[in-house]
């Protein structure tokens, strides 16, 4: 009888683990589509487009229209450009004398973000019919670790994120209440301002109660959650846009001077902050199962509430900029700050309403995305079952909410959030670079006749991962004034790997929506929100690192004996091909 040594066991170890992680999701046939929702399996298909652009907007405008143009104004500026000729000249310079400095910033963020959403938009085609978003492509496109590894990081930004606005939409009630003479400095800190108690703890009783309340909205359906998110979502728009429209007659064109006071460089640190202003598009890639027709409803949920938000904040940046002097705008409240400085104080008081349902509607979108992802990935065995299971009637993933509301009760009502917010949006960037190569990838194993040679999608593979770390590259040698021929040269290497995978790979189209540009789009996606990347703090980089290894643990402990991606309940499914007429 042979008997197993330490050494041997290491090694079937080892080899189960890498014969787990590297399996990945097959798709699924019509028939076993059609079986699945014809079962209490899914979710209920409830959403329509319109639902789904209000879920997108919802996601994205939140308090930071109201005060991310002010922090931004102050380091980009407003904008000059002065041309000279006939009258309808004078009419595109007075318009482009506006697209200055910080609209620049906001321009330059909104057109990355609508690449990226086009990459959302052709895999929500692709896989309409199951939950999952960046980490069911992940899962099909690359392989099972790589997709639990990004579920992991999109996970902690939504904790985090969840977190930070409960406690910022229970100060801003708070400041609402005050308003009236009653409560004015009658209302202890601990209640909804938080009362600090050291470095981390920070007591806050308001914020985990709005949690649980906007959880119990989301655990009475999707349709129930959708009516809330659609009235806070029309109530916010029309806010905003009755504010663009009433400080449009307070501007003064010379507030538009000059073009960049602070340089070109500061335009560009200001697109890097506001692109987190857009994030939100790829929720409505999360609601791919309760969406009526996803194939066609999907794209256009993304693309359009992405260009809703656009439209919105330039208006709001053009308006802000004029009415008051770009050095002399208010970080914490500058639409605020900019009307009462006009004598508009009603506008003032629908700003701060604007901003409770800004708020509130991004964290209702935010609960709603989590549970989700817990709901894909648990189906999927990665995580215990109880997650994966929904409600007969409800037919919502109530166990996976609560959970949801839960972590980010305790997260908002004890811990300063604030000391957190240095390693946010680390999830974010690595979802959309991920989601980006995926577009690339699936085009490959797409190709019609045979499937792509495992050694021509490594050497795909190598060249995405160049682009994304000359992508960061670029974002430590700017971010630390290196000088510029090295950033030419890591553009250079970038466009050299993007040159290969042009000429050296073959690409099928892709069934639905199809992402125009492929590869060059995708690959300006990862180099761009990897040179974000670089932007981030250190303890964001740390966080990415320890996270990683913490998961890879967790990964190597349970989820390589409990994934089951076989199961026919698991299976992805990819929209049929549309035939011509």
């Known amino acids: 009888m042979r008997i197993a040594t330490p050494s041997s066991s290491s090694s079937s170890g080892c080899s189960h683990f890498w014969s787990s992680a590297r399996r990945s999701k097959r798709l699924a046939t019509p028939e076993e589509k059609a079986y699945r929702d014809s079962t209490d399996l899914g979710l209920s298909r409830r959403l329509g487009v319109i639902d789904l652009v209000l ?36 009419s595109i310079a007075r318009f482009v004398v506006g697209l200055g400095g910080v609209t620049i910033s906001f321009i330059l963020a909104g057109a990355s973000c609508v690449i990226n959403a086009l ?190 938000c656009i439209a919105l904040y330039i208006g709001v940046c053009l308006v802000i900029t004029g009415m008051v002097p770009y050095n002399l705008l208010g970080e914490d409240a500058p639409l605020a700050e900019a009307f009462t400085s006009k004598g508009l104080k009603f506008v003032s008081v629908l700003i701060s309403i604007g901003a409770v349902a800004g708020l509130t509607t991004t964290l209702l979108v935010g609960l709603y995305v989590q549970s989700r992802l817990y709901l894909g990935i648990a189906r999927d065995g990665l995580l215990p079952s109880i997650f ?23 997260l908002g009502g004890l811990l300063d959030v604030r000391v957190l917010s240095h390693i946010l949006s680390v999830g974010t960037l690595t979802g959309y670079s991920v989601v980006s190569a995926c577009v690339v990838v699936l085009r490959w ?91 981030l703090h250190e303890e964001a980089w740390v966080r990415f690192v320890v996270l990683c290894i913490v998961m890879i643990g967790v990964y ?3 989820g390589q004996y409990h994934a089951n991606p076989s199961a026919e309940d698991n299976i992805y499914i990819e929209a049929p091909v549309e035939e011509d007429p």
């Not at 939140?62 to 102050?74: D, H, K, L, S």
């Not at 003064?252 to 000059?258: E, I, L, M, R």
């Open 388 to 410: 994966a299971r929904v409600h007969s009637i409800r037919h919502t993933p109530i166990h996976s909410q609560i959970w949801v509301g839960l972590v980010a009760s305790v």
């Open 119 to 308: 990459c959302y938009a052709e895999l929500a085609s692709r896989f309409p019919a199951v939950v999952g978003g960046a980490y069911l492509y992940t899962y099909t496109a690359f392989n099972e670790l790589t997709a639990f590894l990004v579920f992991a990081q999109l996970m902690l930004d939504y904790h985090i994120g969840a977190a930070s606005i409960a406690r910022s939409l229970a100060s801003y009630l708070i400041n609402i209440l005050e308003l009236f003479p009653v409560f004015k400095d009658n209302i202890p800190n601990w209640i909804g301002h938080g009362e600090s108690i050291g470095d981390v703890l920070s007591i806050n009783i308001l914020a985990p109660i709005l949690l649980i309340l906007l959880t119990l909205v989301l655990c009475l359906g999707v349709h129930e959650s959708s009516i809330v998110n659609c009235i806070m979502t029309v109530t916010k728009v029309i806010i905003v846009i009755i504010v663009i429209f009433a400080g449009a007659f307070e501007v003064d064109v010379s507030n538009w001077s000059p073009f960049a006071p602070n340089g070109l460089k500061s335009i560009f640190t200001g697109a890097t902050v506001v692109f987190f202003a857009y994030v939100g598009f790829d929720a409505v890639a999360n609601s791919a199962e309760e969406s009526k027709r996803p194939q066609r409803d999907l794209p256009i949920g993304i693309i359009g509430s992405l260009l809703v």
């Open 55 to 90: 879920l997108g907007i919802g996601a994205s405008i939140g308090a930071g229209i109201f005060v991310v143009t002010g922090t931004v104004a102050r380091d980009a500026g407003p904008g000059e450009l002065i041309l000279r000729g006939g009258d309808i000249y004078s």
């Open 556 to 558: 190597a402990i349970y």
């Open 445 to 535: 194993k797409d190709k019609k006749g045979s499937q792509v040679s495992s050694s021509a999608e490594r050497e795909g593979v190598i060249c995405l991962i160049v682009v994304a770390l000359c992508g960061f590259a670029t974002g430590l040698l700017y971010r630390y004034d290196a000088s510029f021929i090295f950033l030419i040269l890591t553009i250079v290497i970038a466009a050299g790997a993007s040159a290969a995978l042009v000429f050296r790979q073959v690409y099928a189209n892709a069934p639905g929506f199809s992402c125009p540009g492929v590869p060059i789009l995708p690959n300006i996606c990862i180099f761009f929100n990897m040179f974000l990347f670089g932007q």
